[in-house]
């Protein structure tokens, strides 16, 4: 009777897009908002490979960041297409109001150019409409923002962007 050793592969270090070598890219993994944000899970690569995302941490992945494997590999992360609500205003004041309103129900939210991205709630919908929003379904990668206590690769340093007292 023989034995095979079977070990899944593991993710163990994450690095943002522009930062990890792509030509060492050997696969790629597709994933939503919420898979993207993972510390440890099992996942398969596009090409049926069998993986464990086993990070220190949490991160909130996005499209291009790199995923490296204990072999020394690399997987790039390709963020999948949601259906979304695209919420726009024709004052881009009352947009910042709208903007305010979602943040303050804590919604994920997504600010583009003169439009915010959120999932689709009747409810919410229904009172940006009475705000005056305009609505539209689309069909994209949702990228929201990550937070002002998220420890997040891309937010810049603000450090020193205020006055200091």
Same mark, same amino acid.
């Given at each position: 009777m023989s034995t095979q050793s079977t070990s899944i592969?593991?993710?163990?270090? *994450? $690095?943002?897009?522009?930062?990890?070598?792509? !030509?060492?890219?050997?696969?790629?993994?597709t994933l939503d908002f919420d898979a993207? *944000? $993972?510390?440890?899970?099992?996942l398969t690569? !596009?090409?049926g490979q069998d993986l464990l995302l086993d990070l220190p941490k949490a991160v909130a992945m996005a499209d291009g960041d790199g995923?490296?494997?204990?072999?020394?590999?690399?997987?790039?992360?390709?963020?999948a297409t949601e259906v979304l609500v695209e919420v726009r205003h024709k004052d881009?004041?009352?947009?910042?109001?709208?903007a305010w309103h979602l943040g303050n129900r804590h919604l994920p939210t997504e600010i583009r150019d003169q439009v915010l991205r959120i999932r689709p709630d009747h409810v919410i919908e229904e009172m940006l409409v009475s705000f005056g929003a305009h609505?539209?379904?689309?069909?994209?990668?949702?990228q929201p923002e990550g937070g002002a206590y998220n420890d997040h690769?891309?937010?810049?340093?603000?450090?020193?962007?205020?006055p200091q007292k």
């Open positions: 592969p593991r993710a163990v270090t *994450h $690095r943002p897009a522009g930062h990890w070598p792509t !030509d060492k890219e050997s696969a790629s993994l993207r *944000h $993972r510390r440890r899970i099992r690569s !596009d090409d995923l490296q494997l204990d072999d020394g590999s690399w997987i790039r992360i390709q963020a881009p004041n009352q947009l910042v109001r709208l609505l539209a379904r689309a069909t994209v990668a949702f690769d891309r937010h810049h340093d603000v450090r020193g962007a205020l």
